[in-house]
């Protein structure tokens, strides 16, 4: 699959998209978004990636959808647009694996939003996340007034979304919209740590722990405890718990088939 705006390569079964139009700092064009689309579907069917991280360059993870191809936009096609964002976006957060975003530099307007739809954000010092789309005279389009409010509560994401105003990395930090923040020149290793971390569980465990996570959002507690029952239970049937239980009791590392 040839790419024009992004960057993948594979490492240690560890996907890795880098966005890549740093003349407007990663700007999210319909091109960008369609080839971010695509690589999904083939990284969602590839079963030697079982992490992905997402990042971006060092000025910028994202500046946002691309103003410039949005300015001429009517509603039908700012609707399309969006509407294909949201199916780039909901392909990550809805994927089987879990996703990283590796934040440096700016992550704002889609880029934020982008960052949200990722199971796990981190990021370098001297980040900026913010929602600026209100100073456009528009709303965020692509999860901002939406996964942000989950991620963060009202407050926040009120605060972010009707000031426009960005957040450094340590305020993120301590508002849990990142779970991280290391120097510039760790973030990858960091990323890929944690990617790392997550590879060596079992695939089936975590794909069940993502779903269930994900719908703890949708519905009441009791729908969700009881989603929850009923995919902890199914997990006795899988030859991953057998493994993971008796290497706790043989006192060695497991050894997971995904199955
Ligand atoms: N779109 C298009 N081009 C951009 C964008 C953008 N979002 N951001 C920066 N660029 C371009 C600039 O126009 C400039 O191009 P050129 O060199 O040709 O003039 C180049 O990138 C470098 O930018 P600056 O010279 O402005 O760099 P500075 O370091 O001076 O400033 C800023 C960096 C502060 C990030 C500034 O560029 C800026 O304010 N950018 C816009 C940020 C913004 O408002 N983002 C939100 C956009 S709206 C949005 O995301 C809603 C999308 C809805 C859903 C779809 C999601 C994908």
């Not at 360059?57 to 410039?68: R, S, V, Y």
């Not at 370098?124 to 209100?134: C, D």
């Not at 100073?135 to 926040?156: K, S």
Request: charged letters at 25%.
């Amino acid at each position: 699959m040839e790419l024009k705006t992004l960057l993948y390569e594979k490492e240690a079964g560890i996907g890795i998209i880098t966005l890549n139009r740093p003349k407007t700092l990663n700007a999210l064009n319909d091109e960008l978004i369609g080839e971010l689309s695509m690589l999904l579907d083939v990284i969602a069917a590839d079963p030697e990636v079982q992490a992905v991280i997402i990042t971006g360059g060092e000025k910028a993870f994202a500046a946002g959808g691309d103003i410039l191809f949005m300015s001429t936009a009517d509603t039908l096609q700012a609707e399309k647009f969006v509407e294909s964002v949201r199916t780039a976006f909901d392909k990550i957060y809805q994927l089987d694996k879990p996703v990283i975003a590796a934040i440096s530099g700016l992550a704002l307007g889609g880029g934020s939003e982008l960052a949200l739809a990722c199971d796990i954000r981190i990021a370098a010092e001297g980040s900026k996340i913010g929602q600026p789309e209100i100073n456009l005279g528009i709303i965020p389009g692509a999860g901002g007034t939406q996964r942000l409010t989950r991620v963060v509560g009202p407050g926040w994401a009120k605060y972010l979304v009707m000031t426009g105003l960005p957040i450094d990395a340590e305020t993120a930090l301590k508002i849990g919209l990142v779970t991280a923040v290391v120097p510039k020149d760790q973030l990858m290793d960091e990323a890929k740590k944690l990617a790392g971390i997550m590879i060596a569980k079992s695939p089936v465990a975590m794909k069940a722990a993502k779903q269930c996570l994900n719908l703890s959002l949708d519905v009441d507690l009791a729908a969700g405890l009881s989603y929850e029952l009923k995919t902890w239970s199914a997990l006795f049937a899988t030859e991953d718990q057998k493994e993971g239980m008796k290497a706790f009791l043989e006192k060695r590392q497991p050894v997971y088939k995904g199955r």
